[in-house]
């Protein structure tokens, strides 16, 4: 089977760091996604990472240990505009990576 | 402006009522997607696309039918919708090579 752990949800005050992590359970692996949804909004695209690593872009950062089958989503410097709902994706070898299998999406409250 | 366009926004429907919810992108891109969300459920993959008359099932594809006739539309055929099928949908499209997809503004579907 192929599935996708993350917390939540998350708290943390204006201008800290928060970590967002996610780990896959996935047959074929091609990269891991994380994307933004503010409350019914279109899911926005953040980054992705197919090889082990951290990239960075912005405020966001993002990980992935193929090895671990893991990976995370640092956001730095906190804005209340953060709170949204973050959800890693995997995009699965199956069928020319056209499978993207979300996690269950961790709800991020940022506080003043 | 950039962008994919899912009609109608909201629909209340009755049991058993055929519909169709139509996705247009005209931003050239091969693959397009569709997933619903649900409460607790994340996002799941309903059909995708990898370019003109090629299609492939996702996660959850029972009780839907989509085609793809030409490049920018991929329309989600409901023939029987059931109160199971109420729930939000969303289109995304993304080129081949870039792993990031742009996702509709959504379809908010109740099925009574």
């Known amino acids: 089977g192929q599935s996708l752990e993350q917390p939540s949800e998350v708290t943390a005050v204006e201008g800290a760091i928060v970590q967002i992590n996610c780990t896959y359970q996935?047959?074929?692996?091609?990269?891991l996604s994380w994307y933004q949804q503010h409350d019914g909004g279109a899911p926005t695209f953040l980054s992705y990472?197919?090889?082990?690593g951290l990239e960075e872009t912005g405020r966001f950062s993002s990980f992935l240990s193929r090895s671990d089958s893991y990976g995370y989503l640092l956001l730095q410097e906190l804005q209340m505009k953060d709170s949204a709902s973050y959800f890693c994706?995997?995009?699965?070898?199956?069928?020319?990576?056209?499978?993207?299998?979300f996690g269950q999406g961790t709800e991020l409250s940022v506080k003043p | 402006e950039a962008q994919v366009t899912q009609n109608p926004r909201y629909l209340i429907t009755v049991t058993g009522k055929k519909l169709t919810v139509t996705c247009s992108q005209n931003?050239?891109?091969?693959?397009m997607s569709w997933y619903r969300q649900d409460p607790g459920l994340g996002l799941r993959q309903i059909y995708y696309?990898?370019?003109?008359?090629?299609?492939d099932k996702g996660d959850v594809p029972e009780g839907y039918k989509v085609s793809r006739k030409e490049k920018r539309n991929f329309p989600l055929i409901l023939e029987s919708p059931s109160p199971n099928q109420t729930s939000l949908y969303f289109c995304?499209?993304?080129?081949?090579?870039?792993?990031?997809?742009?996702f509709g503004s959504g379809t908010r579907l109740t099925v009574v």
């Open positions: 696309s990898m370019n003109v008359e090629v299609t």
């Open positions: 994706a995997v995009r699965s070898l199956y069928n020319q990576g056209g499978k993207l299998i």
């Open positions: 990472n197919a090889l082990d």
């Open positions: 995304a499209s993304r080129p081949a090579g870039v792993y990031g997809y742009t």
């Open positions: 931003m050239n891109h091969e693959y």
């Open positions: 996935t047959s074929g692996f091609y990269g």
